[in-house]
């Protein structure tokens, strides 16, 4: 029998099951969703689909969980909110891009983030040695938000997200569907196709989005749990390029509005959430820092400054000095 796992050509002397596939393969059923034919297979039928000669199959991976963080000392009246699940932290950050895991696990302990983005690959089946995330950031630990990180069309991001929450129960999710190699602008057309779908099938869509005012208006009104405009380009580290805009975003919003992609420096997120908004997202400013881990800590600072900062309310801006002594008195 032939099959075709993960795109690489497999021969079997006998008939199999998906359960005897599996353990062949020597992987636990329960931290893998299957794709036969470009359908989802329920783990509750892995014992009973007998596989065919010529079946193409997808095993992705991830172990699914995590669980919101109280800090006992935080203000429990200023926590970040999202569709119900109470974080401690207003700082996501992304897991890609380390030298290692084990770079990526201390820069995130560094962050003080309990919400980390992660990505759904195949399961590599011909070294099942190779470390995995979940061996180095555990999902009991940290909140995992599975995204669709290189998905250029509605049906990829629709795919990628239901192979997610077959592999781990998630319904939490981070859309992003991009435009352009180049750019990696959001398609906008597609986001909103695929977040409709989504949320018809019951994911709680937490969208990566043009800093459009309007566009951002469709996506809370559709039932999106949190908008994600972009700050700049994805990895461009640019900062805050449309401050207005994400102004406007915040403003009109009812759901968190958190920026994601084009942070930076630690001045990039403290303006971020001087705006106002939510929290903020990053991967690429603290993993391509020379320094990741300082640069995590200083990100961790920056975010709950620039929070302290909205809070507190800036003075007014005014055009003419007005000093800061008292004038009565004066020698």
């Known amino acids: 029998m032939h099959l075709t796992i993960n795109g690489e050509n497999h021969q079997f002397e006998v008939a ?18 299957i794709e036969r034919n470009l359908e989802i297979v329920p783990k509750s039928t892995y014992d009973s689909v007998m596989l065919a000669d010529g079946d193409k199959l997808e095993i992705v991976h991830f172990i699914g969980g995590g669980h919101s963080v109280t800090d006992p000392n935080s203000d429990e ?15 996501i950050v992304g ?7 084990e770079e990526t696990k201390l820069a995130i302990e560094a962050s003080g983030a309990d919400m980390v983005t ?36 509605a049906d990829e991001a629709l795919r990628t997200l239901r192979l997610a929450r077959e592999a781990g129960g998630w319904d939490l999710v981070k859309l992003e569907v991009l435009g352009h190699e180049k750019t990696l602008y959001p398609n906008m057309v597609e986001t909103l196709k695929a977040a409709r779908t989504l949320i018809d099938e019951g994911f709680k869509v937490m969208v990566y989005c043009s800093d459009d005012p309007i566009m951002c208006q469709e996506l ?5 749990v949190a908008i994600m405009p972009l700050g700049a380009p994805i990895g461009s580290g640019l900062g805050i390029q ?57 990100m961790k600072d920056a975010v709950t400054a620039g929070r302290k900062s909205f809070l507190a309310g800036r003075m007014p801006r005014k055009s003419y000095a007005d000093p800061s002594s008292p004038r009565t008195g004066l020698i």
């Open 16 to 33: 199999l099951t998906l359960s005897s596939l599996l353990k062949q393969l020597d992987l636990d059923g329960s931290k893998v969703a």
């Open 77 to 91: 009246n200023d926590n970040l909110i999202v569709a119900g699940r109470t974080l401690k932290s207003r700082l």
């Open 95 to 101: 897991t890609g891009k380390y030298k290692d895991f």
């Open 118 to 153: 992660v990505a759904v690959r195949r399961v590599n089946i011909t070294d099942r040695n190779q470390p995995m995330l979940v061996d180095y950031v555990d999902p009991k630990k940290y909140v995992y938000l599975p995204n669709t990180a290189f998905c250029y069309t």
């Open 220 to 224: 809370e009104d559709m039932g999106c």
């Open 242 to 298: 449309n401050p207005v805009g994400i102004g406007i975003i915040k403003e009109q919003a009812k759901v968190p509005v958190i920026v994601d992609a084009g942070v930076g420096t630690a001045s990039d997120a403290t303006i971020a959430m001087e705006l106002g908004c939510d929290g903020v997202l990053m991967n690429t400013a603290i993993a391509h820092s020379p320094n990741p881990i300082t640069m995590a800590s200083a």
